[in-house]
C-alpha cells in the first residue's frame, strides 16, 4: 500500500511505498528499514516500527514511533484521507506538525503554515488550528490517539507478527 503526502498546493512531497495494511482500514504499518521518499528523491528510514494513523474526515495524521524506550507521536495536520483505486491513500500536508516525544510536547512549522496558509481555503485553515489545539490537549492528558493503551495495542499488533525492530 503507498501513502502519499502532497503539499498544501498539490505538489508531491513524500510517500510510503511499502507502508502495509493492517487489521484497522485507516492504520497501517512501515516494518523498520522500509524506505520513506521524499519528493526531490531522497530516501531516510526509521529503524523502528512505525504505524501511520488515519482517521475518515480528520485533519490529522498519527504516526506512532514504536521505540524501545516507549511510544513517540509525530501528528501531521493534514486534509481528510482519502483512498485512492489502486493508488493507495492520499492526503494534503498542512504543515504544523505537533510532536510528542520523550514525553516532550511541541508544536512546529506554524510559521509556514502562517505564510502557506494564506493559499489554502478557508475551511483547512480553520480545521488545521482546531486539529492542532485538539491534538495538543489530547497529547497533554494522554487521551485520543496518545493513551497508553493505544500504542500497546499496535505494539502487540506488531510482536505478534514477528515484525518488531530489527525482525
Given at each position: 500500500m503507498k501513502i502519499t503526502s502532497l503539499h498544501g498546493d498539490g505538489r508531491p512531497h513524500r510517500c510510503w511505498p511499502e507502508a502495509v495494511c493492517t487489521d484497522d482500514p485507516w492504520v497501517f504499518y512501515v516494518p523498520p528499514g522500509s524506505p520513506v521518499v521524499e519528493a526531490d528523491g531522497r530516501r531516510w528510514t526509521d529503524e523502528d516500527p512505525v504505524l501511520l494513523m488515519f482517521w475518515p474526515g480528520a485533519f490529522?495524521?498519527?504516526c506512532l514511533l514504536l521505540r524501545?524506550?516507549?511510544?513517540?507521536y509525530y501528528c501531521n495536520i493534514i486534509t481528510p484521507p482519502v483512498y485512492q483505486s489502486g493508488a493507495g491513500v492520499c492526503f494534503h500536508d498542512l504543515d504544523i506538525d505537533v510532536l510528542l516525544m520523550k514525553g516532550e510536547l511541541q508544536v512546529v512549522d506554524e510559521e509556514e503554515f502562517r505564510v502557506r496558509s494564506r493559499r489554502y481555503p478557508a475551511v483547512w485553515v480553520e480545521a488545521a488550528q482546531a486539529a492542532r489545539d485538539w491534538l495538543?490537549?489530547?497529547?497533554?492528558?494522554?487521551?485520543?490517539?496518545?493513551?497508553?493503551?493505544i500504542a500497546s495495542r499496535w505494539r502487540a499488533w506488531v510482536e505478534r507478527r514477528g515484525q518488531g525492530r530489527g525482525d
Open positions: 490529522y495524521q498519527v524501545p524506550y516507549g511510544t513517540d495538543t490537549a489530547a497529547a497533554r492528558t494522554r487521551s485520543g490517539p496518545f493513551a497508553p493503551a
